[in-house]
């Protein structure tokens, strides 16, 4: 089956401007997951949802990130008036339950450019 | 909060040896420990995982064992081949919270 989808693949954007990251998870999973990943960094969580619900929003950096979700499915994560330090790849990530205990399943990334 | 800490960060190894990555974890309540390979620019990939139940996996070449009494967890690769080369990722849950402490990664490269 289709594994999780991410879009736009690559984004260049002006500094100030806002972008919109698209995740479209594997079907049937309830739980969905957005980190952002610096140039040979780690993985910083950044939001869960459960369902619809965001339960954990406590890796937002700043309140010029927001995420949605509906229909408990696709989910959007938007970054108001980038900044050069918001350059990173935004990976998102779906398991079938929340809890934190089932694998989690990543799409490829949006790597995101700030000029 | 959870601190997962990973180590090495770079490691190298001629190609039928083995390679052992180590991580350790703070939180006692952790619970469920992935481990992810990442080529470059390409997704985390799920190789592994291991819940505290279980003190050690195994699968073909990989395999993952965990020490809860010390709160670490270690990866080992046998046999390894260049294709095992890629950026490895522990990770650290706790079953009632939802979210996922990663470590820092090992950059492994197998050497022909």
């Known amino acids: 089956g289709a594994g999780v989808s991410q879009s736009p693949s690559n984004k260049v954007t002006e500094k100030g401007k806002d972008v919109e990251l698209r995740c479209d998870p594997i079907?049937?999973?309830?739980?969905l997951y957005w980190y952002r990943q610096s140039l040979g960094q780690g993985l910083e969580f950044l939001i869960y949802f459960q369902g619809n619900s965001a339960p954990d929003k406590s890796g937002l950096p700043s309140d010029r990130f927001s995420a949605e979700r509906t229909g408990g499915s696709v989910s959007t994560l938007t970054i108001q008036r980038t900044q050069q330090e918001d350059s990173a790849v935004y990976l998102c990530a779906s398991s079938w339950t929340g809890g934190g205990n089932q694998p989690q399943h990543f799409g490829d990334g949006t790597r995101l450019s700030i000029l | 909060g959870e601190n997962v800490e990973q180590h090495p960060s770079t490691l190298s190894v001629q190609e039928g040896d083995s390679a052992v990555i180590k991580c350790t974890y703070s939180?006692?309540?952790?619970?469920?420990f992935p481990w992810y390979k990442q080529e470059l620019g390409k997704r985390p990939q799920l190789i592994i995982d291991?819940?505290?139940?279980?003190g050690e996996k195994k699968d073909q070449r990989i395999a993952v064992t965990l020490n809860k009494t010390a709160k670490h967890f270690s990866l080992h690769i046998t046999e390894t081949q260049p294709e095992d080369s890629a950026v490895y990722f522990c990770a650290a849950s706790i079953g009632s919270g939802n979210q996922f402490y990663f470590g820092t990664g090992t950059s492994l490269t197998v050497i022909p």
């Open positions: 291991i819940r505290s139940n279980v």
């Open positions: 939180d006692s309540a952790s619970n469920y």
């Open positions: 079907s049937g999973h309830t739980a």
